[in-house]
């Protein structure tokens, strides 16, 4: 199958009984809207600001980081899934994001991607969850922060996160500047924490 095919076939997706209630959803945007909102407010972006997300999933987090950081910062995008690496990567291409994101395919666990260092670290939805070793995930994403630097952490409240986050800090120097609740769909209630390096 060809990109373009393959383009097709990730907006198809989107749209689809299993993806598509989800999307569309008022919890979906609601989450959205908080999230962005929240990076927008609490973090400036300054000339030559360096920022990675870790986990890319649709890519519509790591669009609009692009678009926030236009003119002043880049983004690098990490996911283990070499097929959403890949179709993230040609989409941004193909539609002209005016400042797309590094893509690097590799685990958030390899060792080589901590060569670079960013000003701002975010997490967010299920990425954590989905490594498997919620501890080990945040040392990863600490290590991958100059000093002084932020982790941005949004999950999904059910999964008990925010304790296992809090109880993960009290074994760290790191500082818990911020935690947000959202509760205003108890179905999808979720966090946010802006924690300093």
């Known amino acids: 199958m060809n990109m373009d095919d393959k383009l097709f076939n990730y ?22 809207l908080i999230t962005r909102d929240y990076v927008r407010r609490e973090f400036p972006v300054t000339d030559g600001i360096k920022v990675c997300n870790v986990g ?32 993230f990567a040609y989409r ?14 590799k685990s958030i666990f390899d060792k080589e991607i901590t060569n670079e260092k960013y000003d701002i670290v975010t997490l967010i939805g299920s990425a954590i969850k989905e490594t498997g070793d919620f501890e080990r995930c945040l040392d990863s994403c600490f290590d991958l922060l100059n000093t002084g630097g932020f982790l941005m952490f949004m999950a999904n409240l059910k999964y008990s996160l925010l304790e296992r986050l809090e109880e993960y800090l009290t074994t760290t120097n790191f500082q818990l500047e911020q935690k947000n609740l959202y509760e205003v769909y108890s179905e999808y209630a979720f966090f946010i924490c802006k924690i300093k390096k």
Do not use: F, M
Not at 11 to 30: D, R, T, V
């Open 56 to 87: 890319i999933g649709t890519g519509d987090w790591d669009d609009y980081l692009g678009y926030w950081l236009k003119g002043k910062g880049n983004l690098t995008s990490i996911d283990i899934n070499k097929d959403i690496c890949e179709i």
């Open 11 to 32: 907006y198809l997706e989107l749209k689809s009984p299993e993806a598509g209630e989800w999307n569309s959803s008022p919890e979906c945007i609601h989450t959205e």
């Open 92 to 105: 941004q291409q193909r539609e002209g994001h005016p400042n797309p994101s590094k893509v690097l395919c």
